[in-house]
Every structure is written in structure tokens, then in C-alpha cells.
Nanobody
């Protein structure tokens, strides 16, 4: 069993930066795929970024060049560095993990955190 806890969300002005953290307990992040998803009010949850040993890191087109996903094995954590934030990035951000590797779809992830809110003001 894996428990995920996100942190680092908050209110930021457009053009600003935030770093989200996803801490895991119960299993290390060294051998799993970890992804970030987000859900804006009234919209479906969407993929943001992920990291997997077999394919490396990959991103949604809407965040390429602005967001960076990374792992810290020593801290058993995964981060999402977000820069040049835009109002359309406002959403509840979720961390997800799974033992499967590769470029996973949302339905492939079995472990989810509770989410952390990111609000970007214009």
C-alpha cells in the first residue's frame, strides 16, 4: 500500500512560481511511475506530468517548458516545479503513483493523494 501526500499549493500571481511536493509512505518512489494531474472547477481531471524509469519524464503540451517533474530518492519524494504560472493553471493538483512503468494513462494509476490547491491570480 502506498500513501501519497501533496503539499506546496497556494495563491500566486500570474508569472509566479510554486513547487509542489508529493511524499510517499509505504513504498519507495524508486521503482514506480509517479504522475501529477489537475482538476479545475467544472472540468475533468487532466494529466500534467509524469516520471517513469522506462520513458523518463513527459509533460502535457500546456505545461511544457514551464513545469518540471523530478524525484528525490533520498527523501522519497517527487516534485513539480511550476514557473510562469497562468490563471488557467488554477486547479486542484493530485499526485498519483503505480508500480507499472511506461507512459501511463490516468486509469492506470492505483494510488492517489488528496490534492493540493493552486490558485493563480491575474
Amino acid at each position: 500500500q502506498v500513501q501519497l501526500l501533496e503539499s506546496g499549493g497556494g495563491l500566486v500571481q500570474a508569472g509566479g512560481s510554486l513547487r509542489l511536493s508529493c511524499a510517499a509512505s509505504g513504498r519507495t518512489f524508486s521503482s514506480v511511475t509517479v504522475g501529477w494531474f489537475r482538476q479545475a472547477p467544472g472540468k475533468e481531471r487532466e494529466f500534467v506530468a509524469a516520471t517513469s524509469w522506462t520513458v523518463g519524464t513527459y509533460y502535457a503540451d500546456s505545461v511544457k517548458g514551464r513545469f518540471t517533474i523530478s524525484r528525490d530518492l533520498a527523501k522519497n519524494a517527487v516534485y513539480l516545479q511550476m514557473t510562469n504560472l497562468k490563471p488557467e493553471d488554477t486547479a486542484l493538483y493530485y499526485c498519483a503513483a503505480d508500480r507499472k512503468v511506461g507512459q501511463l494513462s490516468e486509469g492506470d494509476y492505483n494510488y492517489w493523494g488528496q490534492g493540493t490547491q493552486v490558485t493563480v491570480s491575474s
